[in-house]
């Protein structure tokens, strides 16, 4: 699954060199090898979908977090900074410098 794609971003833009350089680093799974595990896949984009269809949103959602739960899958953690560096955090971001999460710690 690809959540969260920002580092495809360069200034609030779409880079497009930015996301094929990053969809070659990413692992490759075949949709063969996805349903042949017993896995199901679905891609969509979360505005979208959340506006569109809130209820397959919710139960998405929920199930995100079940499996982050059991340890099933793991978020990537890009850095932790302190609450007092929103406004770095927001710039990491937007400009598509981090790749994983940036977590704020109050």
Request: net charge positive; charged share 20%.
């Amino acid at each position: 699954m690809l959540f969260g794609f920002q580092s495809g971003l360069e200034g609030g833009r779409r880079n497009f060199i930015k996301i094929a350089y990053n969809l070659l680093r990413a692992p490759i799974k075949t949709a063969g090898s996805i349903f042949s595990s017993g896995c199901g896949l679905r891609g969509y984009l979360v505005t979208d979908w959340k506006d569109n269809h809130p209820d397959f949103y919710r139960a998405d959602l929920a199930e995100i977090f079940a499996l982050a739960a059991q340890g099933k899958i793991t978020p990537v953690i890009d850095r932790e900074l302190p609450l007092e560096q929103a406004a770095e955090a927001h710039y990491l971001i937007g400009g598509g410098r981090n790749l994983g999460k940036i977590i704020l710690c109050p």
